[in-house]
Every structure is written in C-alpha cells, then in structure tokens.
C-alpha cells in the first residue's frame, strides 16, 4: 500500500488537459514544499518533470505544471501529446528523513 | 553531461548479501545527497535510501531499515549500497538518483541511472 494515493489510470485525448492527482496527509504533502513528480515510460528511466510543487527542470516542456492544495498535490498535462502517454509518479517528503512516493498513474492519450 | 551508471546486480540466493555500486560523472559529486530507488517488475517506484552530500547522515525505508547500508566514497564519485539479509521481495530494478545539491534530506533526484537488476529467486 503506497503512502501517497494516485489514480491508477487517466486518459485524454490529443491536445486535451488532465489533471493528476496526489493525496497525502498533513504529515506529507500537506506540511511541505517538496513534492515532485517523475514521468516513466514502458521500459526507460524515471524522469523527473516536476520538483518543489510547482517548479519545472531546464527541459521540461511548459505543458506540465503543479500545484498543491492542502493534502493533495496535482499535475496537468496540457495540450496533451501522444509522447506524453506513460507511467507518472508523485513523492513527497515526509518528515523524519523519510521519503514516500505514489502508487503511479498510467496516462493514456485516446 | 551527467550520468550515473549502476552495477553489482545479479542473482542472490535468499539470506545472502550482495554491493551495488553507482558512478558519477559530469558534476560535483560530493555537493550532492544521492539515492536508491527500486522498482520490482511490473510496480511502482520505492524509495529505499538517502545519503547526505558529505556522507554524515543516512537514511532507509522502513522494509529495508537494518538491513541495507547506503554509503559514498567521495574521492571515487561511487556510491554503494550494501544489501543484506536478501528476501524474494526485494527482487527489482535498483537505481541510483542525483539530488539536489547541498542536500541533507530526500526531496527530488535528477538524474537516474540506468538502473541494475537484482533477482532474489523464492
């Protein structure tokens, strides 16, 4: 059972938003900053596309984005793209040293 | 460019050890907290363990807490991972993750290895 809870499937068509998201608790997602979000596809390396909630590494296309309200963290997917289907992974840090990631999200593109 | 490249996986019989080892090029090593992470076939990810940028500090996920050692060896831009007491369910892909710098916690890594397969057969 995963710390975080993420759907574990979300779908839209080309050029459509999705949001995704990542629900914790006031321990996690809910007292820090420091939620990211790594985008996977079958068979390749975690990718990270979002970090501190909101901020984008040099790269990363504008179309993602993050927020968070309360206990639930959110990614969007905007314009959605073929390429953009894949595996897509919350985290959050927990206090204490500790570390917890969501169950993933396959994203499907229609 | 940086890059991480894991090794050391391979096949261990349960209760037995086995050292992966991940090299660094392309930054400053030693400015950087490092991770593992793991992905057992056809799941998600589990963070696993954190290592402060100057090695004082270590960190463990509760399933591998006392039997996992996470450690660096800053003059040779390695970090290891000592696994112990090896069960069936830590079968996965062990990556090991940049993060960012001056970190003594575990927040977000950019960029992962290639990972390393570790089969510990039931």
């Known amino acids: 059972q995963s710390a975080l809870t993420q759907p574990p499937s979300a779908s839209g068509s080309p050029g459509q938003s999705v949001t995704i998201s990542c629900t914790g608790t006031?321990?996690?997602?809910?007292?820090?900053?420091?939620v990211s979000w790594y985008q996977q596809h079958p068979g390749k390396v975690p990718k990270l596309i979002i970090y501190?909630?909101?901020k984008r590494p040099s790269g990363i296309s504008d179309r993602f984005s993050g927020s968070k309200s309360g206990n639930t963290a959110s990614l969007t997917v905007s314009g959605l793209q073929a390429e953009d289907e894949a595996d897509y992974y919350c985290?959050?840090?927990?206090?204490?040293?500790?570390?917890?990631f969501g169950g993933g999200t396959k994203l499907t593109v229609l | 460019q940086e890059h991480l490249v894991e090794s050391g996986g391979g096949v261990v019989q349960p209760g037995g050890s086995l050292r992966l080892s991940c090299a660094a090029s392309?930054?400053?090593?030693?400015?950087?907290?490092m991770t593992w992470v793991r992905q057992a076939p056809g799941k998600g990810l589990e963070w696993v363990a954190f290592?402060?940028?100057?090695?004082?500090?270590?960190y463990y996920g509760d399933s591998v807490e006392g039997r996992f050692t996470i450690s660096r060896d800053n003059s040779k831009n390695t970090l290891y991972l000592q696994m112990n007491s090896l069960r069936p369910e830590d079968t996965a892909v062990y990556y090991c993750?940049?993060?960012?710098?001056?970190?003594?916690?575990?927040?977000?890594?950019?960029?992962w290895g290639q990972g390393t397969l570790v089969t510990v057969p039931s």
């Open positions: 501190e909630v909101t």
């Open positions: 290592i402060r940028f100057d090695g004082a500090n270590q």
């Open positions: 985290t959050s840090y927990a206090g204490s040293n500790n570390l917890f």
């Open positions: 392309g930054f400053t090593f030693s400015s950087h907290g």
């Open positions: 006031s321990g996690d997602v809910g007292a820090y900053n420091h």
């Open positions: 993750a940049k993060g960012d710098i001056w970190s003594g916690y575990p927040s977000w890594f950019d960029p």
